[in-house]
């Protein structure tokens, strides 16, 4: 889905991504994990065309992302953030169709599959017009989680999207997302900082330290073979136990 080359990011005189060289796979879901700080967020960031890396090259699905064909392609890009990332002065039936009426879909096309996401990701219909300061924490996330299925993309990237949530409402949303991907098919890349999430959702996950990839696989290879005391010593903070 994602092929990096020699990709890298610096902000004045801090690298905050190495070159890196790494491809993101179709159907599988990738998590990033590393602490505060390891470039994480800035890989996941250059993805979706936030911002540009200073060198390397990127393919989407095959096709370069330049400066001229970004736009295009992020419609094919689904993107989640904390709190649902949504504009304050729209309901929530508005965030999530905005997108799609301003490409000028039908409006009653709009509002079917508005309906069909609210279904799918178990928002209550009653929430559907309330503005995101009525509603709750976990329903403005799965506000956020519609808007970035909307298009139907072809790859969904997500940053710490649940990091501000309390240990239940975090622990439905967890059950929900990985079952909406798996249903859907969905390619995936989610940043997090915690282990568990990681090992729940994540087909293979990729650490990070220090601007660079020090290890990637799945989560078992990660805690029984550490490449180095750096991994090891991230793993064993988070009380991961030994199976």
């Not at 190495?18 to 390891?38: M, N």
């Amino acid at each position: 889905m994602f092929s990096l080359n020699n990709v890298s990011k610096s902000f004045g005189n801090l690298q905050v991504l190495k070159p890196t060289t790494v491809d993101f796979h179709t159907g599988e879901s990738t998590v990033l994990i590393g602490p505060s700080g390891c470039g994480k967020s800035t890989l996941l960031r250059i993805l979706v065309g936030l911002i540009d890396a200073d060198a390397g090259t990127i393919l989407f699905d095959g096709t370069p992302l330049t400066v001229q064909n970004i736009q295009q392609q992020r419609q094919r890009m689904g993107y989640v953030i904390q709190d649902g990332g949504l504009f304050p002065h729209l309901t929530a039936r508005q965030n999530v169709g905005l997108l799609a009426s301003h490409l000028g879909w039908d409006q009653a096309k709009v509002k079917a599959r508005v309906e069909e996401l609210a279904e799918l990701t178990r928002l209550p219909r009653v929430a559907l017009d309330r503005y995101p300061s009525q509603i709750s924490g976990g329903q403005r996330q799965r506000v956020g989680i519609m808007r970035a299925l909307m298009l139907d993309p072809a790859v969904m990237l997500l940053d710490e999207p649940m990091g501000a949530l309390d240990p239940l409402v975090r622990f439905d949303l967890q059950e929900d997302l990985r079952k909406i991907f798996r249903t859907l098919g969905k390619t995936s890349i989610m940043v997090t900082h915690d282990m568990g999430e990681a090992a729940f959702f994540g087909d293979r996950v990729m650490m990070l330290g220090e601007g660079e990839v020090v290890q990637e696989g799945r989560l078992e290879e990660l805690i029984q073979n550490p490449t180095n005391e750096y991994v090891a010593r991230f793993i064993n903070a988070q009380r991961i136990p030994q199976s």
